[in-house]
Each structure stands twice: as structure tokens, then as C-alpha cells.
């Protein structure tokens, strides 16, 4: 993508997250909490994964893409999808930075490939129109402390094969005061001075951002996300949103909810 396209999108998306904030503030905030609270067994259809057995003041809390769906290619042909998960914890100790499917950029093992036409799911074979089922996120949460997470979805070109640069940009992410308000520049910035985006080559391609605050308050979860960059629209699922993403003339959409115990 070219600089000036790169910087009038993300001019746009700041516009885009003073509006959604707006919408947040007065609406969202209120259905995604109460959307938390309800703990019919229907909200939680699948075991938490990935954790240290939780303690006696902690929540075990998970973040859960249950469907992404391709409806629209950054280029033709399939999309090689991957996400960028990164985050920090209000106890100024945890942090976390991880690659999905895995940390090999530029190898088949490191990301979903990702298609607009058929209906395969989780094709391990060829391009899937939908990867369901993938675990974001799970952490125990201390009572009184919070994450500040940001999801960066993204679709690979010719970023640095074999090149480490998650732990930069995680490092770059936890400096970062408040990981859940970051401004869509600013996040350009950082994604660009890791080494996960190059200016002037064919470089990845960002699909879509969003971000999440969740608390633990005397064993009471309360979530906000917030919409980063790219996002045209978004609508309460569960226990989270569907999100849409349109970064380089893609469309995708996603279903992400989050559960506790
Ligand atoms: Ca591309
Ligand atoms: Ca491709
Ligand atoms: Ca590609």
C-alpha cells in the first residue's frame, strides 16, 4: 500500500474511532455489559483452554474468535491471514505478544489461507472461506487488575521472512500508556517501526484492529472493546461483537466472544 493511501486511511480511521467512541460511550459500553453478565450455559459452549490453574482470587478468562469470515481478498487469489495479539496487564508485570496461527512469518505453518468464494471451514488442505474456533487469549485475572489487549488482523505479503519482529512490536505495545485507546496512527507507527510493516515494498497488509479492557472487580468481569482502525461497522454477539474489517479494499468478518470461570 502506498504512504499516502496508508496515511489518508488512517486519517480516516481516527475520524471513524472519535464516532465510534461516541457510539460506544452512549450504547455500546451498556450491552457489552450486560452481555457479560449473563451467565446462562448457552454463553459458554466450549471449555477454556490455554492457563495455570486459576486461584482462589483470580477469573480464568478467554477471548475466542469463533468464526472469520472471508468476504472479500486483499488481492487476488487467497488472503494469508495471521493475527497479532499483544497486551499488558494494570500490574505493570504480565505482558503478551503472539502470532496465530503461528510465529513463522512467510511459512505456511504461520498463517490461514483464506479465501472469497466456496464455503470450506477450516480447509487444511486449500483456502478456507471461514477459521473457526481460535482461542485469542487466556489469562488469569487477579482480583483488582485489568488487560489492555489489541487484536491486529492482518494478511501477509512480503513482511520480514524469519525476522522476529513480534517481540518488537509487543515491547513497542506494552510501552504504550493505554494499549485500548491507542489512536489508529499511532498504532500504524508502531506496526511500521517493528518491522511488521515496510514503507515502499509490497509489504502486509493491515485487515482490521480492535482492542479490549477487561477488569476483574471483586470476581465481577466487565469488558469494553473498542474499534482501532478499519472497522466500518460493528454489532453486539454474545458476549463481545461482530466486527467488520475492510483494510486494503478486503472484507472480512469476524465473531469474537469472551467467556470466564
Ligand atoms: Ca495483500
Ligand atoms: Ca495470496
Ligand atoms: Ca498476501
Not at 513482511?159 to 485500548?180: D, I, Q, R
Request: charged share 25%; with cysteine.
Amino acid at each position: 500500500m502506498k504512504t499516502s493511501m496508508r496515511r489518508n486511511l488512517a486519517l480516516a480511521a481516527t475520524k471513524f474511532l472519535l464516532a465510534s467512541t461516541l457510539f460506544f460511550t452512549s450504547s455500546g459500553l451498556e450491552n457489552n455489559v450486560r452481555a457479560i453478565t449473563d451467565k446462562s450455559p448457552h454463553s459458554y459452549p466450549s471449555a477454556i483452554r490455554r492457563s495455570t490453574p486459576v486461584q482462589s482470587n483470580q477469573k480464568r478468562f478467554e477471548v475466542e474468535l469463533e468464526r472469520l469470515e472471508c468476504d472479500h481478498t486483499t488481492e487476488s487469489g487467497a488472503d494469508e491471514v495471521y493475527i497479532l495479539v499483544t497486551g499488558k496487564n494494570s500490574d505493570g508485570k504480565q505482558t503478551f505478544s503472539e502470532r496465530l496461527p503461528s510465529n513463522h512469518p512467510r511459512e505456511a505453518s504461520g498463517h490461514w489461507d483464506m479465501n472469497d468464494s466456496g464455503n470450506a471451514a477450516n480447509n487444511p488442505k486449500g483456502d478456507s472461506r471461514h477459521i473457526t474456533n481460535k482461542s485469542l487469549f487466556v489469562s488469569n485475572i487477579g482480583d483488582g487488575d485489568a488487560w489492555d489487549l489489541v487484536f491486529v488482523f492482518m494478511e501477509e505479503d512480503h513482511g520480514a521472512k524469519g525476522e522476529n519482529v513480534l517481540s518488537g512490536f509487543g515491547e513497542a505495545m506494552a510501552a504504550t500508556e493505554n494499549p485500548y485507546a491507542i489512536a489508529a496512527g499511532a498504532l500504524v507507527t508502531i506496526l511500521t517501526e517493528s518491522g511488521v510493516l515496510e514503507l515502499n515494498v509490497d509489504s502486509d497488509d493491515v485487515i482490521g484492529v480492535v482492542s479490549l479492557h477487561v477488569t476483574n472487580e471483586a470476581g465481577k468481569i466487565t469488558t469494553s472493546w473498542n474499534a482501532v482502525d478499519r472497522v466500518p461497522q460493528r454489532f453486539p454477539f454474545k458476549n463481545a461483537f461482530q466486527y467488520e474489517f475492510n483494510g486494503d479494499g478486503s472484507f472480512y468478518k469476524a465473531w469474537i466472544n469472551t467467556k470466564y470461570e
